[in-house]
């Protein structure tokens, strides 16, 4: 699996930010999964410059520009230069910030542009009767893919992040059933854009409150393939324990 911990802007010393990242070299060196880490851009640069473990580092957003005269943004060659391998694009907080699904698509070619690869991340604000919610989903995957090619389309990660389940807790998450059934939709649309094997090779990703007491049952009942995880992500034994309960 491949389990993403989001430390969102929870994490602000530096001592944190090296606790929380030996915990992870740990769970990466014990073969629990793929573990890849999203610290704040300061504690990127630090943690990810000298890293020797495997674990692997994500920005947690890039500037859509490509820099120059641009104060303040982050661009993709800058957390590629330093060490990132993934970078998180279009979470719902930075579109909720007023991002576009024209800035995702520039963000997401910057990143394959470098090398990075964009975890697209997309999700209903709430669940509709008429389930219209499909096809916002619909239409934010295929915004985006429409834009790239063959080739690029192989290369990103799609994480479902319904916004109604963010910051909750595990009892508010999706059920398992229900993310099932979201993981088969968006494997359906994948293979529009991928024929032949290709949709069932890309990675899809569940966050929204993920916790130790939810995992397991999530990925036991999915064909999910990882997790994009929030708060539990951002307590040493709350991610040790989220990570150990699906091994
Ligand atoms: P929580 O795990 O805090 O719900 O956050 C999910 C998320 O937004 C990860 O990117």
Known sequence: ???????????ETLEKAKRLYAVAKRLAAAGHHEIVIAPSAPHLGFLAGGNRSSVEFA??????????????????GAV???GATYVIVGHSERRAAGETD????????????????PILCIGERERDAEARYLAHLRTQISLILTALSPQERKKIVVAYEP???????????????????MVLYIRKILTEFLPGKGASKINILYGGSVESGNIRALAAASSIDGFLVGHASTDAASFGALVKAVT
């Open 163 to 181: 916004i109604w389940a963010i910051g909750k807790s595990a009892t508010e998450a999706i059920t398992p059933t229900d993310l099932n059934e």
């Open 102 to 117: 024209a800035l995702v698509l520039q963000k997401v070619q910057h990143a394959l542009a470098h090398g990075l690869v």
């Open 80 to 82: 590629a230069g330093v």
């Open 59 to 76: 920005a947690q957003d890039i500037s859509s520009s490509l820099g120059g005269a641009a104060t303040g943004e982050v661009t993709a």
């Open 1 to 11: 699996m491949l389990i993403v911990g989001n430390w969102k802007a929870y994490v």
